[in-house]
């Protein structure tokens, strides 16, 4: 796990390479290293947090036996012993015991079919020194983030983090005033566009080819929809076989390795596969606060005491995670709702020793654990009656009864009523923010409303089909973007064992009624490995990993977050009078504007203004 950065055929200097890698140490703190070309327009750095083959072999740039290629990489290839093999059979023979040696031989060996080779998550860009041509690539989940801009001349400058572009000075730090409605409507900004003018992120399984003449961008995979036809007690045991040796992958490393065990469904079946097949006692860490409605500690120690794990609960109290919000704030790479309760864990989990944590991230995504589930068939119901009605009624219906100050739910139904009612207008109800009207009001009604929009999409609601929404646009954007920011600002590496793209081929292919059971969320998934779940968790209510930010920002926090709001309507990009109205009604709990959709403001504000964005 690392930090990358690098320019290719552009003017950039050795001393701009090194600030770009710099101000990304909190990502590869045990080693770094860089390289440029003998006529300096092409540079490559990488900052090192050693995970696997933890001697200087592992060092980065890596080169190729003849000295020809290199390699900067970021991640994890967690089948590359496999793939080490059959390159061995083939005649390659290697130095280290590294994944980056491997992949460095692997595209060396097949060019851009490697990428059909690879079970990790990664970003990685591979140098041709005589021929001037680089490769670039990204997992298929969008795991590792990777950053970048074309400059003149096909020139192209690249980055695990945005802050990292800004230190090359070659990036100008503009806001995207364009895509401010989809961060206030969805709380993130969908991939390839960014938060900054001209700075996109490489789409998931996508790679980049470039030479001196060309830039050429394609994307190598694609999860589908393919039903299958298999019985039910075929389709439990392969995804009970998929899952137990997508863990096993995961659990190489040179460094210390545990795992996350908040008691949850996922995390519980996670910890009993990992500690049926770990050798030792396997490591357990849960975060526990003092405060009684947070009970994942009591969950957790159930769980620990199950499967004979060396569990670790670590106690907060809620004036430990208040002192460390300013910090959280300073690590965030771009602006987040959330975020927070990945920056206190992964801080809590690196002091106690861990450099690498198996996490429960992607289970509800893709066997159905959220509440956008039911509520997408609910409404495809009501869809079926609310189409009878034109959508200029409808409109006009809306419009009618509703106002800025109506509460969220009305303001849900609102835009639902003047949608267009497909899957992903629905699909973007459920995950809504500030809504149309009240965009257009901040932005002194310069901005349109926002809306998805996604092409070749199943023309029916099935699980597999909301599970593609949730993966696309709040699994990428905002789950996998702040655990990888909060993360790696605490120098810890996470590994997801549910985000195996053989577990999610399978699953999508399996028919809904395999994966629904009022009795139990996640049915598919609890069936087919509920062995390892202690009973006392088997019917736990599903409890999210929220803290009192709404008492907070009311009270301890709301001088700060007045601060930053006033900070925002100085820089003229939203109404000022709109910010006191939601901050008033926020504050005499009005109902239509929750501490979660100001919060958002207040992230924004501190980005904005830590990193001079004009």
Same mark, same amino acid.
């Given at each position: 796990?690392?930090?990358?950065?690098?320019?290719?055929?552009?003017?950039?200097?050795?001393?701009?390479?090194?600030?770009?890698?710099?101000?990304?140490?909190?990502?590869?703190?045990?080693?770094?290293?860089?390289?440029?070309?003998?006529?300096?327009?092409?540079?490559?750095?990488?900052?090192?947090?050693?995970?696997?083959?933890?001697?200087?072999?592992?060092?980065?740039?890596?080169?190729?036996?003849?000295?020809?290629?290199?390699?900067?990489?970021?991640?994890?290839?967690?089948?590359?012993?496999?793939?080490?093999?059959?390159?061995?059979?083939?005649?390659?023979?290697?130095?280290?015991?590294?994944?980056?040696?491997?992949?460095?031989?692997?595209?060396?060996?097949?060019?851009?079919?490697?990428?059909?080779?690879?079970?990790?998550?990664?970003?990685?860009?591979?140098?041709?020194?005589?021929?001037?041509?680089?490769?670039?690539?990204?997992?298929?989940?969008?795991?590792?983030?990777?950053?970048?801009?074309?400059?003149?001349?096909?020139?192209?400058?690249?980055?695990?983090?945005?802050?990292?572009?800004?230190?090359?000075?070659?990036?100008?730090?503009?806001?995207?005033?364009?895509?401010?409605?989809?961060?206030?409507?969805?709380?993130?900004?969908?991939?390839?566009?960014?938060?900054?003018?001209?700075?996109?992120?490489?789409?998931?399984?996508?790679?980049?080819?470039?030479?001196?003449?060309?830039?050429?961008?394609?994307?190598?995979?694609?999860?589908?929809?393919?039903?299958?036809?298999?019985?039910?007690?075929?389709?439990?045991?392969?995804?009970?076989?998929?899952?137990?040796?997508?863990?096993?992958?995961?659990?190489?490393?040179?460094?210390?390795?545990?795992?996350?065990?908040?008691?949850?469904?996922? @995390?519980?079946?996670? $910890?009993?596969?990992?500690?049926? %097949?770990?050798?030792? +006692?396997?490591? !357990? =860490?849960?975060?526990?606060?003092?405060?009684?409605?947070?009970?994942?500690?009591?969950?957790?120690?159930?769980?620990?005491?199950?499967?004979?794990?060396?569990?670790?609960?670590?106690?907060?109290?809620?004036?430990?995670?208040?002192?460390?919000?300013?910090?959280?704030?300073?690590?965030?790479?771009?602006?987040?709702?959330?975020?927070?309760?990945?920056?206190?864990?992964?801080?809590?989990?690196?002091?106690?020793?861990?450099?690498?944590?198996?996490?429960?991230?992607?289970?509800?995504?893709?066997?159905?654990?959220?509440?956008?589930?039911?509520?997408?068939?609910?409404?495809?119901?009501?869809?079926?009656?609310?189409?009878?009605?034109?959508?200029?009624?409808?409109?006009?219906? @809306?419009?009618?009864? $509703?106002?800025?100050?109506?509460? %969220?739910?009305?303001? +849900?139904?609102? !835009? =639902?009523?003047?949608?267009?009612?497909?899957?992903?207008?629905?699909?973007?109800?459920?995950?809504?923010?500030?809504?149309?009207?009240?965009?257009?009001?901040?932005?002194?009604?310069?901005?349109?409303?926002?809306?998805?929009?996604?092409?070749?999409?199943?023309?029916?609601?099935?699980?597999?089909?909301?599970?593609?929404?949730?993966?696309?646009?709040?699994?990428?954007?905002?789950?996998?973007?702040?655990?990888?920011?909060?993360?790696?600002?605490?120098?810890?590496?996470?590994?997801?064992?549910?985000?195996?793209?053989?577990?999610?081929?399978?699953?999508?292919?399996?028919?809904?009624?395999?994966?629904?059971?009022?009795?139990?969320?996640?049915?598919?998934?609890?069936?087919?490995?509920?062995?390892?779940?202690?009973?006392?968790?088997?019917?736990?209510?599903?409890?999210?990993?929220?803290?009192?930010?709404?008492?907070?920002?009311?009270?301890?926090?709301?001088?700060?977050?007045?601060?930053?709001?006033?900070?925002?309507?100085?820089?003229?990009?939203?109404?000022?009078?709109?910010?006191?109205?939601?901050?008033?009604?926020?504050?005499?709990?009005?109902?239509?504007?929750?501490?979660?959709?100001?919060?958002?403001?207040?992230?924004?504000?501190?980005?904005?203004?830590?990193?001079?964005?004009?």
């Amino acid at each position: 796990m690392c930090g990358i950065s690098g320019y290719i055929n552009t003017n950039l200097s050795k001393e701009k390479l090194q600030n770009m890698l710099l101000c990304m140490k909190h990502r590869g703190p045990d080693d770094d290293g860089i390289f440029i070309s003998d006529n300096e327009k092409v540079g490559l750095g990488q900052v090192r947090l050693s995970i696997i083959d933890l001697s200087a072999y592992g060092h980065q740039p890596m080169f190729s036996d003849d000295g020809n290629w290199l390699i900067v990489f970021n991640g994890e290839i967690y089948n590359f012993k496999d793939i080490k093999a059959k390159l061995q059979a083939a005649g390659h023979q290697f130095k280290s015991n590294s994944d980056t040696e491997v992949l460095l031989h692997a595209y060396q060996k097949w060019g851009i079919d490697c990428l059909q080779e690879l079970n990790g998550m990664f970003a990685f860009a591979i140098h041709n020194i005589r021929e001037n041509t680089t490769f670039i690539a990204r997992d298929r989940f969008g795991e590792k983030p990777l950053y970048y801009q074309q400059t003149a001349n096909n020139g192209f400058i690249f980055a695990s983090e945005i802050r990292s572009l800004l230190a090359s000075t070659v990036v100008n730090p503009k806001l995207n005033r364009a895509v401010l409605p989809e961060f206030l409507a969805q709380q993130t900004v969908h991939y390839p566009n960014t938060l900054i003018e001209n700075v996109y992120s490489l789409e998931p399984a996508h790679y980049i080819l470039i030479d001196e003449n060309t830039f050429e961008k394609k994307c190598y995979w694609q999860a589908q929809i393919n039903p299958v036809e298999i019985s039910h007690e075929q389709a439990l045991k392969q995804v009970r076989d998929l899952f137990i040796d997508s863990v096993d992958k995961r659990l190489i490393s040179d460094a210390p390795l545990g795992a996350f065990l908040s008691g949850g469904i996922d @995390s519980t079946i996670l $910890v009993g596969v990992a500690a049926n %097949i770990n050798k030792t +006692k396997f490591n !357990t =860490y849960t975060v526990a606060f003092d405060n009684p409605a947070f009970k994942d500690g009591y969950y957790s120690q159930i769980a620990a005491k199950h499967f004979g794990t060396n569990h670790h609960e670590i106690k907060l109290s809620l004036n430990d995670v208040l002192h460390e919000i300013p910090q959280a704030l300073q690590s965030i790479d771009h602006p987040s709702a959330d975020g927070v309760n990945s920056y206190l864990v992964s801080k809590a989990v690196k002091r106690a020793g861990l450099k690498v944590a198996l996490s429960g991230l992607g289970g509800d995504e893709i066997f159905g654990g959220y509440a956008s589930f039911k509520q997408l068939s609910n409404l495809t119901q009501n869809n079926k009656f609310v189409q009878l009605v034109p959508q200029g009624i409808r409109k006009g219906i @809306s419009n009618a009864v $509703v106002n800025t100050n109506s509460s %969220i739910k009305l303001q +849900k139904i609102s !835009t =639902y009523l003047q949608s267009d009612l497909s899957i992903e207008s629905n699909y973007a109800i459920t995950r809504q923010y500030f809504f149309n009207n009240q965009i257009k009001e901040l932005s002194k009604n310069t901005f349109a409303g926002y809306n998805i929009t996604k092409e070749n999409m199943p023309p029916a609601y099935s699980y597999s089909t909301i599970s593609k929404l949730e993966l696309d646009y709040y699994m990428h954007d905002v789950l996998l973007r702040d655990t990888d920011q909060m993360s790696m600002a605490n120098s810890l590496e996470v590994r997801a064992p549910f985000l195996d793209h053989r577990l999610l081929e399978l699953v999508l292919s399996i028919e809904n009624s395999y994966k629904t059971d009022p009795r139990i969320n996640k049915s598919l998934f609890v069936k087919a490995l509920i062995d390892f779940i202690p009973e006392e968790l088997l019917y736990r209510p599903k409890q999210g990993f929220v803290m009192p930010f709404d008492n907070w920002m009311r009270n301890e926090l709301n001088t700060y977050c007045k601060q930053k709001l006033t900070y925002l309507k100085e820089k003229d990009i939203f109404d000022a009078h709109a910010i006191d109205h939601y901050w008033q009604c926020y504050l005499n709990k009005t109902g239509n504007v929750n501490w979660a959709r100001l919060w958002l403001l207040v992230s924004l504000a501190y980005w904005l203004e830590t990193n001079n964005i004009n």
